[in-house]
């Protein structure tokens, strides 16, 4: 069964063609991934599969079959006005999805015991209490506390894990993901990817993470130059395939450009009287111009760029240590840089890694210890808020305004525009403004703007979000030969896999952990340690709902074991919240951030008191 089809469908915008009657066809259960270079169209042919954009062209067509529940992730998620995190996860036509949703408002409604009542009949005749316990695992897992706190507050990522928390939790037949990664951690990313293997599950997708395209999808299709190419298989099977494809397209080169070559030759003893049939064979010359001039090889974004050198100091942390109130992020982490070295960060959201970043640059003070910089240590950072590039400048204008040329090895120079050729854009691209680039297309400037100021110690604070698989194997091959060091954070597998045979593992509570090999053997240590560790204590577990089972519970005790739920739930969200202001260290007096200390650990005794009473009630 053909659950989405699109026929003859195109999207052009004045000269740039991003496809042109191209046709795609997705299938009950299988799990396709579309692949490109950024500023191809992929998000563009996604919005036109989900029926965000009408499909364009003579006889343009896009269906969805009628018994097939679509839903979409878009790469920013919009809400609307005045929704908090419960409204939008709980916006389902899913009867048992409402049927929890009524339930949750009631438990904060205390001064309407009628509402609860009615909420814990509905549960017990629909038997919802697995969808209940199957919301808050998605919640928990994507790591979303309060639901009671206004989207229109939360960052990006933050509005991402909501829209992907509402996706999985409404259980569509057709799911419709545009680079579902972005802004997760780890954990999360690897919970998503067991979720997307399930059978059942329909998908087209958008991802630049080649473990997904290898562990999740059955087929891979590629937009390139307007037109798509189909691939069966994995990203293995696709890599093979499309090696194939261009070895026979190389052949086919070879010979257009010595038709060129000869219709060069006419073009210039062409005399200026030109007739009917010498417009006629210039225009054909035209296209084969054209033709060859569009093929370009992926070996073309090659960096050779010179670092300056470094010195026997490079950079030293000693016992460095930094807490926010009761919350330590960092504790007694040293470390001693050595030439060439390419580390890894990895840890959940919000375990401190960009803290640690912060304090290795010297932006931010470690509470105990030091951090001492080498005298020829450059530092070239690349940061998820740095890149705010002014938008009606030039991107031509972007890097001159940085420098007119680069250092390269033996002697040579390359110029601010041979540099942005090497980094894929032409000539026309050059003159475009900023504020025309795609997300990918920025991300790739702004990271061209870091290398322009020559470092030779690369810091790279998710530098894959957005980037197409391109640009990531050309810059993992740079960074390969980067005689420099680098420091990464990254929560794309693959790439750190590749690059960093040496990681500082953030595991919570200010420790991280020095470990030497790559992420997926730390991932594998680590659940053989998870299995052969003792089963955690049910008195810090979080509590669940009784199962529609148990009969020996009455009403009233069930109606006391959701008050207290819903009373622990308050005081989870307060919690978030504490730390939230934790994190926002440019608002937070040192009085304040006393209040703010003693606040979180009276919450955290009020959380253990009420998880005390929830246990003591369902034993009885």
């Not at 919009?78 to 939008?88: L, N, P, Q, R």
Request: glycine share 8%.
């Amino acid at each position: 069964m053909v659950y989405l089809e699109l026929e003859k469908v195109s999207k052009i915008y004045g000269e740039k063609v991003l496809f042109d009657q191209v046709d795609l066809q997705v299938a009950q259960h299988t799990k396709v991934a579309l692949v490109a270079k950024n500023g191809t169209g992929k998000s563009t042919l996604l919005r036109v599969a989900a029926g965000i954009d009408q499909p364009e062209g003579t006889g343009a067509r896009a269906y969805v079959h009628k018994d097939a529940r679509m839903a979409y992730l878009p790469q920013e998620p919009d809400f609307g006005e005045g929704a908090t995190v419960m409204d939008a996860v709980y916006d389902s036509d899913n009867e048992l999805v409402r049927a929890v949703r009524d339930y949750e408002e009631a438990l904060s409604r205390t001064d309407k015991p009628n509402l609860l009542q009615d909420a814990l009949t509905r549960m017990d005749r629909l038997q919802a209490w697995d969808i209940e316990a199957r919301i808050k695992e998605v919640l928990s897992k994507l790591n979303i506390e309060n639901v009671n706190q206004q989207v229109a507050t939360l960052s990006g990522g933050q509005r991402k894990r909501v829209a992907l928390a509402k996706l999985i939790i409404d259980e569509p037949d057709l799911i419709i993901m545009d680079e579902p990664t972005n802004h997760l951690d780890m954990d999360m990313i690897e919970w998503l990817e067991e979720w997307l293997q399930s059978p059942n599950l329909t998908l087209l997708m958008v991802t630049h993470d080649r473990y997904f395209l290898e562990r999740v999808c059955n087929r891979i299709i590629e937009l390139e130059g307007g037109n798509i190419y189909h691939y069966t298989g994995n990203y293995s099977d696709f890599l093979n395939k499309k090696a194939t494809r261009e070895e026979t397209e190389s052949a086919e080169l070879d010979k257009d450009r010595k038709r060129m070559k000869k219709e060069l030759e006419w073009v210039r003893r062409m005399p200026s009287g030109r007739g009917t049939k010498a417009k006629s064979r210039l225009t054909a010359f035209s296209e084969l111009k054209n033709k060859v001039g569009s093929y370009r090889g992926e070996d073309e974004l090659t960096l050779e760029i010179k670092g300056q050198r470094l010195g026997s100091k490079i950079l030293e942390a000693h016992n460095i240590g930094k807490s926010y109130g009761d919350k330590e992020l960092v504790k007694g982490f040293s470390y001693k840089f050595q030439k060439g070295e390419r580390v890894g960060i990895v840890g959940k959201n919000g375990a401190g890694k960009s803290t640690l970043l912060h304090m290795l640059t010297q932006e931010l003070e470690p509470d105990t210890g030091k951090v001492v910089h080498g005298s020829n240590t450059v530092f070239g950072y690349y940061t998820q808020e740095g890149i705010n590039l002014t938008q009606d400048m030039r991107v031509i204008e972007v890097v001159r305004e940085i420098a007119e040329f680069i250092p390269l090895e033996k002697g040579l120079k390359l110029t601010a525009r041979g540099l942005l050729e090497r980094f894929m854009f032409n000539s026309k691209q050059q003159q475009v403004y900023v504020s025309q680039l795609s997300g990918g297309e920025k991300r790739r400037l702004y990271l061209l703007t870091i290398l322009m100021k020559n470092p030779n110690f690369l810091i790279l604070d998710e530098p894959t979000n957005d980037l197409d698989i391109v640009t990531l194997n050309v810059l993992e091959d740079f960074l390969l030969d980067f005689p420099g060091c680098v420091l990464i954070v990254s929560h794309d597998r693959f790439f750190l896999d590749k690059l960093a045979h040496h990681l500082f593992i953030f595991e919570g509570e200010g420790k991280i952990r020095d470990w030497n090999g790559l992420y997926t053997e730390y991932r594998e240590m680590r659940k053989e340690e998870l299995q052969a560790s003792p089963t955690p204590s049910p008195a810090r577990a979080a509590p669940a709902p009784p199962p529609a089972s148990e009969n020996h519970l009455s009403q009233e005790q069930r109606k006391a074991i959701r008050r207290v739920e819903g009373q622990i739930g308050k005081l989870e969200a307060r919690k978030a919240e504490i730390n939230r202001q934790f994190n926002d260290m440019g608002n937070l007096t040192p009085e304040r951030i006393a209040e703010l200390g003693k606040e979180l650990a009276e919450v955290n005794e009020a959380i253990e008191e009420k998880e005390m009473e929830w246990m003591e009630l369902v034993g009885e």
